[in-house]
Structures are given as C-alpha cells and as structure tokens.
C-alpha cells in the first residue's frame, strides 16, 4: 500500500486477425523488438508506440511482482496456519491422553473400591476353620445317628 495513485493505463492493441494465444505473445516480445538499441526509454517521445509498449511492459512487470508479492504472503500464512493446526492437533492429542490416563485412574480406583470391600486374610481363614469343622462335625452326627440311605453304619 506504499502507492495509492496509479498512471493513467493503456490497454494493448490486439490485431484481429493474430490468433487469442499469439495476441499476448505479439503484444509482449515484438514491442521491445521495434525499440532500437540505441533510443532509451527516457530518450523516447511520449506518444511512441516504442515508449507506450515499454510502459506496458513495465505495468505487466508491476503486476507480476505484486502477484508475486501476494503469493508470498499467502504462502507465509497458510505456512502460519500449518504451524498452529499442528499445534492444535498436539494440544488435541495430550487431551485425549489425559482423558484416558483420567478413564484410567477411574477404572483402577473402581477395582480397588470393589476389591477393598472382598474380605480379607482372616475372615478367610476363620470361614475355612468353621468349615471344616462343622463338616466334621455333620459327619460323625451322621456316622453315630446314621440317617437311612445317607451313610452307612
């Protein structure tokens, strides 16, 4: 934006009779053919065709390095734009590792609760101890009271 004015533009002559594809080319390479090698641009008078093909050289020149120019800024931010998509998509990812380390600690504190109320050592073995002695003792009620058909005396 260092540049707001513009010179008053000339648009190219195309002949008729050039094809679409030659019109351009004829426009472009021939004008600076007709200027000889020994008239300058500043030595030209200001309505020559030498001068105005210069002068439309030098806009289709101007256009170009702004193109350019544009291309460039584009490119630096679409390479911004791949940089913070990147640092989403990381960001995105430490997320849901978090979410599963969470989903995680939750299942592990579930089977702890759920392993913490299962009784322990002691009730255990009380429970075998208790079993084991009123299987004997049904066995010899059994053995000495005898039922028919159960055990034999």
Same mark, same amino acid.
């Given at each position: 934006m260092a540049n707001t004015a513009t010179p008053i533009r000339m648009e190219p002559t195309v002949d008729p009779a050039a094809q679409p594809a030659d019109a351009l080319r004829a426009a472009v390479e021939t004008a600076p053919a007709a200027v000889p090698a020994?008239?300058?641009e500043t030595d030209a008078p200001a309505s020559s065709p030498a001068r105005s093909a210069l002068d439309q %050289?030098?806009?289709i020149e101007d256009k170009a390095a702004r193109i350019e120019e544009k291309y460039a800024r584009t490119e630096a931010l679409l390479l911004r734009v791949t940089d913070k998509l990147d640092a989403a998509t990381s960001q995105m990812g430490e997320a849901a590792r978090q979410?599963? %380390?969470e989903a995680l600690r939750q299942e592990v504190a579930g089977f702890s609760r759920r392993i913490s109320s299962l009784p322990g050592?002691?009730?255990l073995m009380v429970t075998a101890l208790v079993t084991a002695l009123l299987t004997a003792a049904i066995v010899v009620a059994l053995q000495k009271y005898g039922l028919p058909g159960v055990l034999p005396r």
């Amino acid at each position: 934006m260092a540049n707001t004015a513009t010179p008053i533009r000339m648009e190219p002559t195309v002949d008729p009779a050039a094809q679409p594809a030659d019109a351009l080319r004829a426009a472009v390479e021939t004008a600076p053919a007709a200027v000889p090698a020994t008239v300058r641009e500043t030595d030209a008078p200001a309505s020559s065709p030498a001068r105005s093909a210069l002068d439309q %050289l030098s806009r289709i020149e101007d256009k170009a390095a702004r193109i350019e120019e544009k291309y460039a800024r584009t490119e630096a931010l679409l390479l911004r734009v791949t940089d913070k998509l990147d640092a989403a998509t990381s960001q995105m990812g430490e997320a849901a590792r978090q979410a599963d %380390l969470e989903a995680l600690r939750q299942e592990v504190a579930g089977f702890s609760r759920r392993i913490s109320s299962l009784p322990g050592f002691v009730s255990l073995m009380v429970t075998a101890l208790v079993t084991a002695l009123l299987t004997a003792a049904i066995v010899v009620a059994l053995q000495k009271y005898g039922l028919p058909g159960v055990l034999p005396r």
